[in-house]
């Protein structure tokens, strides 16, 4: 069942996001999708802040992978434009998520069978108004399912929305 929450503007869209890393552990994934503009990176950019990074988030739409240094290692990976699955694999993602950080993975829904079996998925969509985002978050498998009411109190200034 997805946790809905709505946001007005893309600095509340960066303070959900680091409500939501207050729950992030070691070896978390993150699989974010919506439309080009929907605010995924945004959503990155908050999280990195809830996790103590300092850098400067950008999306690593060319680079595909940056790498932030916070309470735990950043890898925010952006899988846009690889034009096959097998390009996803020669990334490491199982080597990131033995180095002890969490993993957010922009467009991830692309390669959901690359993904572990356990991750939230968080999907942004425009809502009435410009700077409005819709904000759905799924927890998948036995870790995220456990921290269900967790997420529910973190986002709690945003619930209800949809």
Avoid: C, N
Avoid at 74 to 79: A, E, G, K, S, T
Avoid at 99 to 105: A, C, K, N, S
């Amino acid at each position: 069942m997805p946790i809905v929450a709505t946001t007005a503007s893309v600095e509340e869209t960066r303070l959900l996001g680091e409500a939501v890393a207050t729950l992030a552990g070691t070896g978390d994934v993150v699989v974010l999708a919506g439309d080009l503009g929907a605010g995924k990176t945004a959503f990155v950019q908050g999280f990195g802040r809830g996790l103590g990074v300092q850098e400067r988030i950008t999306s690593p739409t060319f680079t595909l992978v940056h790498v932030y240094d916070g309470r735990l290692a950043v890898h925010h990976l952006d899988v846009y434009r690889l034009e096959h699955l097998s390009e996803a694999s020669d990334l490491g993602l199982a080597e990131m998520l033995d180095d002890g950080g969490v993993v957010l993975i922009e467009w991830g829904d692309a390669i959901a069978r690359l993904l572990p079996r356990d991750h939230l998925d968080v999907r942004l969509t425009f809502g009435a108004d410009d700077d409005d985002r819709v904000i759905e978050l799924v927890p998948v498998g036995p870790h995220w399912a456990r921290r269900t009411d967790a997420l529910l109190a973190a986002l709690q200034p945003w619930a209800g929305g949809g």
